[in-house]
């Protein structure tokens, strides 16, 4: 069937042709003369240090060291916020103990602790760990809490009225219930992730993508920014899509998440 | 399997038999263990939230295997007598026995079970699924799914047994947590004004379904409901509840299967109705 086929293609191009168009109109104004080429430079220009930076292995070992930080700061992270969600979404106790710090911290911009941060670790891995690590437990914390909290008390009720252990309440009422609610908070934490990261790397880092772009500004390789920040928009756009798979699979009972 | 279950149930408990004698005309299915009524006896019961008083000195008595029906206007204490029987809530004086037996083993006792007036189905797991969580703590999870499928025939939704609760129907999703409640074969079904929600036409189907289960199961039913007619074309006795107190206790004593707008059954209804709505106003 021709026909679908071509509607398929079609309706996976929508999206893109947005972002085509800017990189087009980009290139033309530069060509054109109507942009400097020092101040920003084409795509096809950008383009060409993104091969030369991929063909030196600079690009790829950057890239990887700083997805393993994000990656690692996120798991700590999101580890502590999931946890201290649970443990606050479960029991009042914990929640009375905890809630009240964990605002007050909340309010913090962590990124205000940099320098403090550099005073610690110095400009090691555990600063970026750390750094990330911080941001990202408080939307996870805060989304889980919210899961919990919303959770249809009817539910829970016909749980233990049908003689659910405690362990069966929560893994299948409690926390499919506050899924949704997760998810959300999870998406939020990817996208400090980055930001956090990059920040960090920007500042205090001698490797990374941050750290590459830094480096670039002083030898005025403008190329190599504006490839630094393209590859962020590439990282945001995979992150939010591989969320997404992961939420159509396992909200595929929810109507509000079946195919888009 | 099932033979033997049938002849388990044949050779004991003669109880449940007696009290089908009046209601031969309808076919019995095949029984299976544990199938049998829980007789509910409550004492000098007394139940107060806040110092308010809901239920007031209530004695009671449920045989095992009957159909009674509990109306009563709203906040007279009927949805509390149910849940109190439950052992949703905790009774602030008084006692309630299950069986007559409450030293009894806990193992053995067939378990009671409600339906409350939404579904409160788990959206996120398949119907059949939901149906199994009937049996929690019960045997294997492919033991669990091959009964709820059994019990989902019954309520005649066996095909939708791989769908999620969102792509159901009201009186749809009413079906399964009715399932859901059978599907541990229950000694006591309580039913908290389960039909509220649903339309008249879907509503008579579905009483009829509680019906045609109930006399081939055998538990004993105890129908909470503001609908008066509805009592009157299931339950075999009806209890009208006001201020906490058994206020009227009528024995419906119309041989099923009942025709909707049978005259028996109308004058019973507005005796009902009459005491509902009159009551304490009108002077003597």
């Given amino acids: 069937m021709p026909a679908s086929k071509y509607e398929r293609l079609r309706d996976a191009a929508i999206p893109w042709l947005l972002p085509a168009a800017i990189l087009l109109g980009w290139q033309a104004a530069v060509s054109v003369g109507l942009v400097s080429n020092r101040f920003m430079p084409a ?19 950057n890239l990887g060291v700083s997805t393993l930080r994000a990656l690692a700061g996120f798991v700590v992270g999101g580890g502590i916020g999931f946890a201290l969600g649970l443990a606050n979404g479960l029991s009042r106790l914990s929640e009375r103990l905890t809630d009240t710090s964990v605002q007050m911290v909340r309010n913090v911009p962590h990124l205000s602790l940099i320098p403090l941060v550099i005073l610690w670790f ?27 909290r919303s959770v249809d008390p009817g539910l829970v009720e016909m749980g233990r009225v049908y003689g659910m252990s405690r362990t069966e309440l929560f ?3 409690v926390l499919p219930g506050a899924l949704p609610s997760i998810f959300v908070g999870l998406r939020y934490a990817l996208g400090i992730m980055w930001l956090t990261l990059i920040v960090a790397e920007t500042i205090s880092a001698s490797s990374g993508l941050g750290y590459m772009a830094m480096q670039a500004r002083e ?33 595929a009972w929810n109507p509000a998440y079946r195919s888009a | 399997m099932l033979l033997d279950a049938v002849h388990r149930e044949v050779l004991s408990d003669p109880r449940t038999e007696s009290r089908h004698a009046g209601a031969a005309a309808i076919p019995r299915a095949p029984a299976e263990p544990g199938q ?5 006896t409550v004492r000098d019961l007394h139940k107060s939230f806040d110092g308010h008083t809901v239920i007031e000195g209530l004695n009671l008595f449920l045989p095992a295997g009957g159909f009674t029906a509990v109306v009563g206007r709203s906040g007279c204490g009927k949805s509390t007598l149910l849940r109190l029987i439950l052992g949703l809530e905790t009774p602030t004086g008084g006692r309630i026995d299950l069986d007559g037996t409450a030293g009894s083993p806990r193992r053995s006792e067939p378990p009671k079970r409600i339906m409350f007036q939404e579904p409160r189905l788990l959206p996120w797991a398949r119907v059949v699924d939901n149906v199994a969580v009937g049996l929690s703590g019960h045997g294997t999870r492919a033991e669990r799914r091959e009964r709820a499928q059994a019990a989902l025939v019954e309520v005649g939704l066996a095909e939708k047994a791989g769908q999620w609760p969102a792509t159901l129907s009201g009186g749809q999703r009413q079906r399964v947590a009715l399932a859901r409640a059978l599907v541990s074969r229950p000694g006591l ?3 908290d004004e389960p039909l509220g929600a649903l339309d008249a036409l879907t509503r008579i189907g579905m009483q009829d379904l509680i ?17 008066v007619a509805e009592a009157v074309a299931l339950a075999d006795r009806i209890l009208v509840v006001d201020d906490g107190r058994i206020a009227l206790d009528l024995w419906v ?10 005259p028996d059954l109308a004058r019973l209804e507005g005796r009902i109705l009459d005491h509902l709505l009159g009551g304490s106003e009108t002077p003597a």
């Fill in chain 2, 36 to 40: 049998r009524g829980i007789a509910v």
């Fill in chain 1, 219 to 251: 030898f005025m390789l403008v190329d190599v920014v504006v490839l630094a920040i393209l590859i962020y928009a590439g990282l945001g756009k995979l992150a939010d899509a591989l969320t997404r798979q992961l939420e159509r699979a396992c909200l």
């Fill in chain 1, 122 to 148: 110095g400009i090691g891995e555990e600063a970026k760990l750390f750094l990330v690590a911080l941001g990202v437990i408080f939307p996870i914390y805060a989304n889980t809490l919210h899961g919990i």
């Fill in chain 1, 171 to 173: 893994t299948r009422v």
């Fill in chain 1, 43 to 61: 795509p096809l220009d950008v383009a060409r240090a993104g091969w030369e930076a991929g063909r030196t292995g600079e690009l790829w070992t």
């Fill in chain 2, 253 to 262: 004593d119309v041989p099923r299967p009942r025709r909707r707008g049978d």
């Fill in chain 2, 189 to 191: 079904l309580a039913l």
């Fill in chain 2, 211 to 227: 019906e045609r289960i109930w006399l081939a199961q055998g538990f004993t039913a105890l129908l909470v409901t503001h609908d």
